[in-house]
DNA sequence: CGCCGAGTTGAACTGAATCAAGAAACGTGG
DNA sequence: CCACGTTTCTTGATTCAGTTCAACTCGGCG
């Protein structure tokens, strides 16, 4: 789950242009694991999700991707490794995608851009601490809570059971959560 | 945590010999929480980790970096953001200080060295992404094995207490989880 | 020796999971 | 616009993994 930064936007909205778009309907996967991850995926309009199965059969979803944001699995992009890994539509959407020969190439030729896709990388390594940190040391209330402060907008578009799988907690026990923080503020 | 992946290797060997070298003894700080992390650190022989205090109070070891290992707050360092890990020395330890505008001139300057250090970043993000699926889906035991195997030799040299910390359990859980091992293997 | 920090063990507790049953909301076709 | 089935969400009862707190053991080491 990675913001566009803003820097280069021209230039990134002219790269965008020069890439296809695919169209995929709900609940359409762009990636399965055991696939090779060749591409950068932009979301132009829609909601994607990446997830991965556990060896119990479970889906953990790793992020979400709305509009604007990009979605790879840079360990299969990056390592040539079969992805482990899963995006989905959970709305109808229209994403670009960015292969991965094009990015060096950019990386090569265009003044910036490979500043810009190192800050794309270093904010992933933000989002990813920051997770690992709620996954460390808050309880399920508190991460549903910061959940809510900084994606409103998710919370809406996406199924609760969705947003229990993000923050590591089971359905019941989002609701159960939801529950007593409404009662407390009565 | 991320290993020094092998390429560029006299090259990085002389970059190293620029840099300053700060010798640390066990216990001592290279970084705390609110200060700027203005380096990167290179470990030329012992140990130090990273870790982070929450809101309770409670110290979470977010790594662990031994020999020929870097170690940095990337937050920090990219964003221009008070730090809020701290770096501390596990062993005595020498260090080499790789500061923020050496890695922008050398990006710049040497050839294969920004490929390098994205090379670093994405074994940073692989290393992230696998920790938050163990946090996600793997059961204290599992994670304790998984620390087992990939870091034996950490484990020989940290105090129980402080895997315990960095596997997200507390000392007493340790404990039990490899009696119980052990006695599943009798 | 006796202390001290690290690790172990026990007993009670707790947050969250599980399993099972209902209630609401939703959209699709008649 | 309503009726129906499906999916989503809630609620309750029970279980469980891991925490907490306190006491105890063990191995250095001054």
Redesign the interface.
């Given at each position: 789950m990675i913001s566009n930064s803003g820097i280069d936007e021209h230039e990134v909205s002219s790269i965008l242009k020069s890439c296809s778009i695919r169209k995929v309907k709900k609940n359409q996967f762009l990636l399965k694991a055991g696939e090779y991850c060749k591409t950068t995926f932009f979301v132009e309009t829609g909601l994607l999700r990446q997830f991965?199965l556990?060896?119990?059969g479970?889906e953990?979803i790793?992020s979400f991707a709305p509009e604007s944001w990009f979605v790879t699995d840079?360990?299969s992009t990056?390592?040539d490794n079969p992805s482990t890994y899963f995006i989905q539509a959970l709305e109808d959407s229209e994403v670009a995608l960015i292969n991965e020969e094009l990015i060096q190439v950019l990386s090569r030729e265009l003044i910036g851009f490979?500043d810009f896709n190192?800050?794309l990388?270093?904010n992933?390594?933000?989002h990813?601490?920051n997770?690992?940190?709620l996954?460390?040391?808050?309880s399920a209330e508190e991460r549903y809570l910061q959940f809510v402060a900084m994606y409103p907008d998710i919370l809406r578009r996406v199924p609760q059971a969705m947003v229990a799988s993000y923050l590591?907690i089971t359905p019941e026990s989002l609701s159960r959560v939801r529950r007593s923080i409404s009662t407390k503020s009565i």
């Open positions: 991965h556990d060896n119990s479970k953990h790793i840079r360990e990056y390592f490979s190192n800050r990388l270093h992933h390594i933000r990813l601490q997770r690992i940190r996954l460390l040391s808050a590591g």
